[in-house]
């Protein structure tokens, strides 16, 4: 069954510090997003992705972070300077729009 | 923009059945259900497309109201495996997705 990886699992990081999370979403989905859950929260919205731009973004995504699918494959989200809130799961979901979104494992990432 | 659900925790003993509401201050265009085990992706269950629309997926179905902006996830005879978060996710306009509130669901033997 096709599926969307993340990369990487588990990322530890100083605040202050760059991090870029990677995924690969289905190859046939055009429809691509990232989503937050801080443990033990609701899952959050941050940004979706259609025809090589953004399509919605949410309150939560302001100008430290930044999505980019450089190669057709990839799609990253890249958080620039990061604050201790930031420590949560990202998940990426990719869609058929109507569909249901297909999420992937999630990179859990740490910030000290 | 985000629906909140009922009830927010539920303890069912197995065999038992369950109703977890989903409701949006907006118009809905679509429903998602999602169950997510702890320090997991949430899996997607179903989605419900238009108003009236009922779907069922073994002893789990839904139902969408779509006048009432609301969505109901029904589990009938539960089982161990049922346990988890259940969150619906709605979808306005564009590309917009709000996942609810989440209802944890908790089976016991």
């Known amino acids: 069954e096709p599926e969307v990886t993340q990369t990487p699992s588990h990322q530890v990081t100083q605040m202050g510090q760059e991090v870029i999370l990677r995924c690969v979403p289905i190859s046939n989905h055009l429809y691509f997003y990232w989503y937050r859950q801080i443990l033990g929260q609701k899952v959050e919205f941050l940004v979706s992705f259609y025809n090589n731009e953004i399509s919605e973004k949410s309150e939560i995504f302001d100008d430290q972070f930044s999505v980019e699918r450089p190669d057709g494959s990839n799609f990253t989200l890249k958080i620039r300077s990061t604050k201790l809130e930031d420590s949560a799961m990202y998940f990426c979901?990719?869609?058929?729009?109507?569909?249901?979104?297909?999420f992937g494992s999630g990179t859990r990432l740490t910030v000290v | 923009q985000q629906p909140v659900q009922s009830p927010q925790a539920v303890i069912l003993r197995e065999g038992e059945d369950a109703v977890i509401n989903c409701s949006s201050s907006?118009?809905?265009?679509?429903v998602h259900w999602y169950r997510q085990k702890h320090g997991e992706a949430p899996v997607f269950l179903m989605i419900?497309?238009?108003?009236?629309e009922q779907k069922g997926h073994d002893k789990i179905s839904a139902s969408f109201n779509e006048k009432k902006q609301q969505s109901s996830l029904y589990l009938t005879a539960s089982q161990l495996s049922y346990s988890g978060t259940y969150f619906c996710?709605?979808?306005?306009?564009?590309?917009?997705?709000?996942f609810g509130t989440g209802t944890s669901l908790t089976v016991i033997p």
């Open positions: 907006k118009a809905l265009y679509s």
């Open positions: 979901a990719s869609s058929v729009q109507g569909n249901g979104y297909t």
């Open positions: 996710g709605t979808a306005g306009t564009g590309n917009q997705f709000y």
């Open positions: 419900l497309l238009k108003g009236g």
